[in-house]
């Protein structure tokens, strides 16, 4: 009787996994919500059963997947092994930041093996693919400002031309922090997305605690001041120090940029004002460089003193 509650289960994760597979192929507008939730049936089977028996949904998933979509292979093991990695640290009761943090080292794997499987197997040459489309941002950009008109660009523009460059040739070398990003976001989105359909499913799932209440050890401002110093140092492009500094200071400005939203998130929470007001400043904030720079220090100066704790109500 279990075991044939096993198979039941199974089969029906299956079929609703692949139904939502095609709405999300087929169906334009929702499939970007469905997307986030391909993992959510893996992430129940797992949650429901042992891990081991999920790994038989997946392979069942990849054989029909390979019958109805072969080009959607990737999709479903990445939805996959995401979801039954969400799934086995729900089970066991661990935190929501738990799940987040393994979730996004599984979905990073999944990312590293797409790129070797596409370069050995398909000879696909994901370092030439961005050059070309970099080039193309490029000059793109040069030939708006060379709407001015012949010999009329300034100094001024052409700085901001060769720091567009410059800032276009780093991003290649910072691929892995970029991945490693993706792959946090797309686990937390699932995270997101999950937990209140299992909750409606009888199943609990950690939350992870209120963003107003992120907080970075304090080592981190260490580590990002020194990034900064080695920035100074004139490392060879595309060396491995260069790479390394690189990668590890966009990280860190990103940490420090969460921080300082968390500051702006917790202001808000005190005044007890809408939560829709900091949310809107976070997204026209990316869109305006003295505002994330005011962030910035906002992290920079909370993780140095302590500048919520210091104002928060008695």
Not at 41 to 56: A, D, E, G, N, V
Not at 265 to 291: G, N, V
Request: charged share 15%; hydrophobic share 55%; proline share 5%.
């Amino acid at each position: 009787m279990k075991g044939m509650r096993y198979l039941t289960e199974g089969a029906l994760m299956l079929a609703i996994y692949m139904c939502m597979l095609l709405i999300s192929l087929y169906i334009p507008v929702i499939n970007i919500i469905v997307m986030l939730l391909l993992p959510l049936p893996f992430i129940f089977y797992t949650m429901r059963h042992h891990w081991k028996k999920s790994l038989l949904l997946l392979v069942a998933s990849l054989l029909l997947t390979v019958l109805l979509s072969p080009l959607s292979l990737p999709v479903t093991f990445m939805a996959g092994t995401g979801g039954i990695t969400l799934g086995y640290f729900y089970q066991k009761k661990e935190s929501g930041y738990a799940a987040l943090v393994n979730g996004t080292v599984v979905y990073c794997l999944n990312l590293v093996l797409f790129f070797i499987v596409a370069k050995s197997l398909f000879h696909v040459d994901f370092q030439a693919l961005m050059d070309k489309s970099l080039d193309q941002s490029i000059n793109q950009s040069q030939r708006l400002i060379g709407q001015i008109g012949p010999g009329q660009i300034r100094s001024e523009e052409e700085k901001q031309i060769a720091m567009l460059k410059k800032q276009f040739n780093d991003m290649k070398y910072i691929l892995p922090s970029m991945m490693l990003l993706f792959g946090m976001l797309l686990t937390f989105l699932n995270h997101i997305v999950a937990r209140p359909i299992l909750k409606r499913l009888k199943h609990d799932v950690p939350r992870m605690g209120p963003f107003s209440e992120f907080q970075l050890p304090r080592i981190i401002l260490w580590f990002y001041l020194i990034s900064i110093l080695l920035s100074f140092i004139q490392f060879p492009d595309g060396s491995f120090m260069f790479m390394a500094i690189n990668n590890v200071a966009f990280l860190l400005q990103i940490l420090i940029l969460l921080q300082g939203f968390a500051v702006i998130f917790s202001f808000f929470k005190q005044k007890k004002m809408p939560i829709f007001i900091p949310i809107i400043l976070m997204f026209f904030s990316f869109f305006i460089p003295l505002l994330l720079q005011i962030v910035r220090i906002l992290g920079i100066i909370d993780l140095g003193f302590n500048l919520r704790r210091r104002h928060s109500p008695k």
